[in-house]
């Protein structure tokens, strides 16, 4: 597997993962606005980030150049140690074969030896506890930190995980 850089013509593959309403809001934490995920949507939303050197949209590509994930970095913080991911999602016709846990261990790479961060950090719905556990499995820890986000009228706890480099 490898990571490489998103392209607008990703956003077509990518839309369609988000099967519906909940794994939209799961994924992105309203911070695209209102369900539907659209491939339009998608590309805007990056587009609005291409000119911040603090953003980087990665996709994930299996061995035969299919692509099978898709992740975002960015910074937290002026220091430049901590890194951040977002909108971490795989392929629905193959989760749970190792898929997420082989792009984060690249992202934790990258971010390591390229980007230079001394911890990488995500947050999880608890609601979602397949991601959790593959984030658990990467080697993230539960920082001991939940945040509350109300979506769509109900009250969902956000975990925050941790992986130190």
Not at 64 to 86: A, H, P, W, Y
Request: proline fraction near 2%; charge should be neutral; glycine fraction near 8%.
């Amino acid at each position: 597997m490898i990571l490489r850089p998103y392209k607008d013509v990703d956003a077509n593959e990518i839309s369609k993962w988000i099967v519906d309403e909940k794994a939209f809001y799961q994924w992105s934490a309203q911070t695209m606005g209102e369900a539907p995920l659209t491939a339009q949507k998608l590309i805007e939303h990056y587009n609005k980030k291409k000119d911040d050197t603090n953003f980087y949209v990665f996709c994930a590509c299996n061995d035969e150049g299919k692509l099978v994930g898709q992740l975002i970095m960015r910074f937290l913080g002026d220091d430049r140690e901590t890194v951040r991911l977002g909108y971490i999602i795989v392929d629905t016709s193959i989760r749970g074969k190792g898929y997420g846990k082989q792009m984060l261990e690249l992202a934790k790479t990258y971010a390591k030896q390229c980007l230079k961060a001394k911890r990488v950090t995500l947050g999880v719905f608890e609601n979602n506890p397949a991601a959790l556990h593959c984030y658990e499995a990467s080697g993230f820890v539960r920082d001991g930190k939940i945040s509350t986000y109300t979506i769509k009228g109900e009250e969902w706890k956000c975990i925050e995980m941790v992986s130190e480099l």
